[in-house]
């Protein structure tokens, strides 16, 4: 990392930065290709930023100015309004990680996480995670994720960097998911 990069907690002025990294790696912006190198595939809209910010949920990195990375963590309550989400919790009974009964109270969605291209293989997500972990872990003490199975960059930074574990799959609207778990009170760094 250079040392120009500031990791924040994202506030209303950032929102047309976040957008602008949004729409370089949505899945549905990315020919076959580029989505070879990893993608996000949600999009969010400003009432959405909004509202993620307002509860201190949204973790980006800038290089001076430029948002360069995010980190997207929130309640189930916030996560709700899309249905995978919803699907998701409803194999929670099911899921077994280390000594936690995984619940919508304990445990929080991590992400998407996104980081420019320019600025990967260069060990931000590692510093930046521990910043949304140190912010996060007093409200939740489980972090749970999916990951398309398809998107393999992101599979191996969570499981290889991050050390992540794959707890569980599934599948949804055709596509096949990993589910992950990290314990928060586990620093990364």
């Not at 989505?35 to 595939?41: H, I």
Request: aromatic share 14%; with cysteine.
């Amino acid at each position: 990392m250079t040392e120009n990069i500031q990791l924040e907690i994202a506030k209303l002025h950032d929102i047309d930065g976040i957008l602008a990294l949004q729409e370089l790696y949505l899945v549905s912006n990315l020919s076959e290709e580029e989505k070879a190198s990893g993608f996000v595939t949600t999009p969010f809209s400003i009432p959405q930023l909004t509202e993620v910010i307002g509860q201190q949920g949204l973790f980006i990195a800038k290089d001076n100015t430029r948002i360069i990375a995010y980190i997207f963590a929130g309640g189930w309550d916030f996560f709700n309004q899309w249905s995978i989400f919803n699907y998701m919790t409803t194999l929670f009974p099911n899921l077994k990680f280390l000594d936690f009964d995984i619940t919508t109270t304990n445990s929080f969605q991590y992400g998407p996480i996104c980081i420019h291209k320019e600025y990967r293989g260069k060990g931000l997500i590692t510093p930046l995670f521990e910043f949304m972990r140190i912010n996060i872990v007093q409200r939740y003490p489980l972090a749970l994720t999916f990951i398309n199975k398809t998107n393999i960059p992101s599979t191996k930074a969570h499981t290889e960097k991050l050390k992540w574990t794959i707890i569980a799959d599934f599948q949804f609207n055709n596509n096949n998911y990993f589910i992950l778990a990290y314990d928060m009170n586990k620093p990364v760094i």
